[in-house]
């Protein structure tokens, strides 16, 4: 049978100390990087206005939708004394065979002739 080796007492605490002491890491492996950094920001896409044109015939007439779109905001603006700018929601109706234009802006509605 081996001899069994005596430890001191500060054997012991070496020991214990080594145990002890916190683990070092290595820094020099990194976290995966995400594609966008923070100091690098994607542009929001930009918004392309369509311009359209649309014009209605009926009845030997010519109407350009443009000009109803303006008369319509005129009337409101005159009828609730709003400014022209604050009509933000529009919905026009056109009634050829009536000879109307009837529309709802911003919840109020009216009527003009054509």
Do not use: F, H
Not at 54 to 62: G, T
């Amino acid at each position: 049978m081996a001899a069994r080796k005596k430890t001191t007492v500060a054997q012991t605490k070496a020991a214990q100390v080594k145990t002890t002491e916190p683990k070092v890491t290595d820094t020099t492996k990194s976290a995966p990087v995400s594609p966008v950094t923070a100091t690098e920001t994607k542009a929001a896409p930009k918004r392309v206005c369509k311009k359209v044109s649309m014009e209605l015939q009926y009845a030997d007439k010519c109407i350009d939708v443009t000009s109803l779109e303006s008369k319509a905001v005129a009337a409101w603006s005159e009828a609730t004394g709003n400014a022209k700018t604050a009509a933000k929601s529009i919905n026009l109706y056109v009634k050829p065979e009536e000879n109307k234009l009837y529309y709802v802006i911003e919840g109020e509605a009216g009527e003009i002739e054509l």
